[in-house]
């Protein structure tokens, strides 16, 4: 069965870059493409985006100048780091593993349990 | 906010039968499937139904879901206590390229 378990800073500074690290237990990057969604009071549950067993990326366009996804050589670690952060990217982040059917992710199964980020100087 | 518009408030007593609506348009639920999510704060959010209508292995029975245009539904039967949490919709999004999820609605049970 398979586990997610998030792990990062729980403050940053504003500009600064938010790195963030999913630890997968019971499964590995080998197979499946896996998640970062983030949650906020003002806009709730916001896709950030995905990195697959195969290399394929995608990001929601709206963040996607600022995001970067990863998975490590350890194959049961995935990252995500977040550019030039503001107090708008406040927000509790999730990793899930998606599931994906040619270009669109249909559902996310499981979750971790979420880490809140806070921006703040 | 959200793409998908859920009310942000339901509730029940133990036994009865709940619903919980998810409407959006034809880019997301009109075209793709809908997913449903059970979410206790401070928990991991719980897949409960994908592909519009399909339960996960572990999920009883009582959970169900629909899809009828651009409107979803889930439906909770025999009410429990344990079934108080947050429920969010989701489906892909076309136009945005991207997963779009509803506000969630918090589920009291009376």
């Known amino acids: 069965q398979v586990q997610l378990q998030e792990s990062g800073p729980g403050l940053v500074k504003p500009s600064e870059t938010l790195p963030l690290t999913c630890t997968i237990s019971?499964?590995?990057?080998?197979?499946?493409?896996w998640s970062w969604i983030r949650q906020t009071p003002g806009k709730g549950l916001e896709f950030i985006g995905y990195i697959c067993h195969n290399g394929d990326t995608r990001y929601n366009p709206s963040l996607k100048s600022r995001v970067t996804m990863s998975t490590a050589t350890s194959k049961t670690q995935f990252s995500l780091r977040l550019s030039s952060v503001t107090a708008a990217d406040t927000a509790i982040y999730f990793c899930?593993?998606?599931?994906?059917?040619?270009?669109?992710?249909?559902?996310?199964?499981?979750w971790g349990q979420g880490t809140l980020v806070t921006v703040s100087s | 906010q959200s793409v998908l518009t859920q009310p942000p408030s339901a509730s029940g007593t133990p036994g009865q039968r709940v619903t919980i609506s998810c409407s959006g348009g034809n880019s997301n639920i009109g075209s793709h499937y809908v997913c449903w999510y059970q979410h206790l704060p401070g928990t991991a959010p719980k897949l409960l139904i994908y592909a519009n209508n399909q339960r996960p292995s572990g999920v009883p029975d009582r959970f169900s879901g629909s899809k009828s245009g651009t409107s979803a539904s889930l439906a909770i039967s025999g009410l429990r206590s344990e079934d108080e949490a947050d429920y969010y919709c989701?489906?892909?999004?076309?136009?945005?390229?991207?997963?779009?999820f509803g506000g969630g609605t918090k589920l009291t049970v009376l």
């Open positions: 989701a489906a892909w999004d076309g136009s945005l390229s991207s997963p779009v």
């Open positions: 019971g499964g590995s990057t080998n197979t499946h493409c």
């Open positions: 899930a593993r998606a599931f994906r059917a040619y270009d669109r992710i249909d559902w996310f199964d499981p």
